[in-house]
Nanobody
């Protein structure tokens, strides 16, 4: 089972940037679908981006222009670059790994992902 550890969260002012990292314990992560999710207080966890085994990325409509998902296979690390942040981006961010190469038809399908990190908090102040 792949273990995932997120880092890079923090507190920033609106307009700032953060890069989240997700370190995987095994190189097998590079061959499966990986995703980033977020959960704001009082809201359900939602998918924001995913990337499949060949590096094809997708984004939710709400974050498409501000977030970039990428992965560094030799480093076994998944990234989420976040730019032009607004207070609406405040949430706990989680990375997740599936057991299959391809990502789910519907972005953000939580039950498709079997391994989850512990999350990293992002707080954006106005």
């Amino acid at each position: 089972q792949v273990q995932l550890v997120e880092s890079g969260g923090g507190s920033v002012q609106a307009g700032g940037s953060l890069r989240l990292s997700c370190a995987a314990s095994a190189s097998t992560y590079s061959s499966v679908c990986m995703g980033w999710f977020r959960q704001a207080p009082g809201r359900e966890r939602e998918g924001v981006a995913d990337i499949n085994n060949i590096g094809s990325a997708r984004y939710s409509d709400s974050v498409k222009s501000r977030l970039t998902i990428s992965k560094d296979n030799p480093q076994n690390t998944l990234y989420l670059q976040m730019n032009s942040l607004t207070p609406e981006h405040t949430a706990m961010y989680y990375c997740a790994a599936a057991e299959w190469r391809w990502c789910p038809v519907v972005l953000g399908r939580k039950d498709y992902f079997t391994n989850w990190g512990q999350g990293t908090q992002v707080t954006v102040s106005s």
